[in-house]
Nanobody, 122 residues
Framework: QVQLVESGGGLVQAGGSLRLSCAVS????????MGWFRQATGKEREFVAG????????YYADSVKGRFTISRDDAKNTVYLQMNSLKPEDTAVYYC???????????????WGQGTQVTVSS
């Protein structure tokens, strides 16, 4: 059983920063590609960032490129999302996901966390 637990969300002013963490249970973490998604109220869940199983490749949505950075620490079974220069439009519930058959496609990830709220005030 693989469990994902996000943390680090909160309320921040526009221009500020937050770092989200996703702790993954199980010894197979280092085998999984990982991703971050977000879902704003009334909108569909969308891809934010992804990282390959070995950290060698990263992927970003155009809307966050240059502001967000995804990384992983296999020793801690944790994936991170560093979010800088936050904007009000970044407000959403952020979800961590693992083990995709297709990177970036919501329906192709096998494991999901419960989400953490990020609110950016103007």
């Amino acid at each position: 059983q693989v469990q994902l637990v996000e943390s680090g969300g909160g309320l921040v002013q526009a221009g500020g920063s937050l770092r989200l963490s996703c702790a993954v249970s199980g010894r197979t973490f280092r085998c999984y590609a990982m991703g971050w998604f977000r879902q704003a109220t009334g909108k569909e869940r969308e891809f934010v960032a992804g990282i390959s199983w070995n950290g060698g490749n990263t992927y970003y949505a155009d809307s966050v490129k240059g502001r967000f950075t995804i990384s992983r620490d296999d020793a801690k079974n944790t994936v991170y999302l560093q979010m800088n220069s936050l904007k009000p439009e970044d407000t959403a519930v952020y979800y961590c996901a693992a083990d995709p058959s297709v990177v970036g496609v919501v329906t192709r990830y096998n494991y999901w966390g419960q989400g953490t709220q990020v609110t950016v005030s103007s």
